[in-house]
């Protein structure tokens, strides 16, 4: 998880870097697709599956969301601090919450109750800190809000994933992303496409290849570790995503990014251990 976290903030770092060459967010996100979908193939047929899996539709359906989620991410990303844009990502939890009550009859239990509570005033501290502090400067509201529906595409895609592992090979599902967001961002890209340099070309590639790198960790942290335990460690990408920000573009955050982020982390945390704590405490039938 820790490769994870470290891959995923590289990845994010190198998106906001590519976006200072003049590249488009749509064609970034075509890039990223390119090579997970080379890398995503060659290994659903290393395991000799269907690349097509079984429930097309609903593995589509996966597949657009997230490829949504993800250009909104990487707009986020490109036009906000990099800390501040990583910390709004963290917030998917919270609508994960909701959509598992409605679609998957998952009840929310106490933690995720306070999560939810801590998120949404630590949200109100990064996003208006005015409210509290004249004088601070607030963040550009409508990258805010792509930044938030980023982190509800990544929870809606999250629920089809849960609902999707019972009957799809996990390489099948990732697969299904890259073949969505490819032809999609190339049709919204349309003719703003910029021929990259050298120095460009190299860090789209690069974002391709964090990302997998990403994938491959959180993959085989949960196939080891108890997923709420395992997640819990994801969010040290927000320290390495402050320690990039400060090294890369000079983004020193703010004293209300500290301390909502702080909140927005300490919640998700109390739901994670949390909800492992009350599984813990299931008393096991006999025999």
């Not at 967010?25 to 079984?54: N, Q, T």
């Not at 490829?67 to 994960?96: D, G, K, M, N, R």
């Not at 809606?156 to 609902?163: E, Q």
């Amino acid at each position: 998880m820790l490769m994870s976290a470290l891959a995923f903030a590289i990845m994010t770092s190198l998106v906001k870097l590519v976006s200072t060459y003049g590249i488009p967010v749509f064609e970034i996100v075509a890039a990223r697709a390119m090579v997970s979908l080379i890398i995503s193939y060659v290994d659903v047929r290393r395991k000799r599956i269907s690349v097509w899996g079984h429930n097309k539709k609903l593995l589509m359906a996966r597949g657009a969301v997230g490829s949504l989620a993800l250009i909104c991410v990487y707009f986020a990303v490109t036009t906000l601090p990099l800390a501040e844009a990583t910390i709004l990502q963290y917030l998917h939890p919270v609508f994960t919450a909701i959509l598992a009550l409605i679609f998957l009859k998952e009840r929310i239990q106490r933690s995720t109750i306070i999560c939810i509570l801590f998120c949404i005033v630590g949200l109100l501290l990064i996003v208006s800190p005015s409210l509290t502090f004249s004088g601070t400067a607030e963040l550009p509201l409508f990258s805010v809000v792509v930044a938030l529906l980023g982190a509800l595409g990544s929870a809606i895609a999250y629920v089809i994933v849960k609902r999707l592992s019972g009957t799809e090979d996990s390489s099948v599902i990732i697969f299904y992303f890259p073949l969505v967001a490819l032809p999609l961002s190339l049709i919204l890209l349309g003719d703003d496409f910029v021929v990259p340099n050298i120095e460009a070309f190299v860090l789209l590639i690069f974002i391709g290849i964090f990302t997998q790198i990403g994938q491959v960790g959180l993959t085989k942290a949960m196939q080891t570790e108890v997923a709420s335990k395992a997640t819990a460690y994801s969010y040290v990408q927000v320290v390495f995503s402050i320690i990039f920000g400060w090294l890369l573009f000079s983004e020193v955050p703010s004293l209300w990014t500290w301390i909502g982020g702080s909140l927005i982390i300490l919640g998700a945390l109390i739901n994670v251990f949390g909800s492992l704590n009350l599984r813990s405490l299931k008393p096991k039938q006999a025999g």
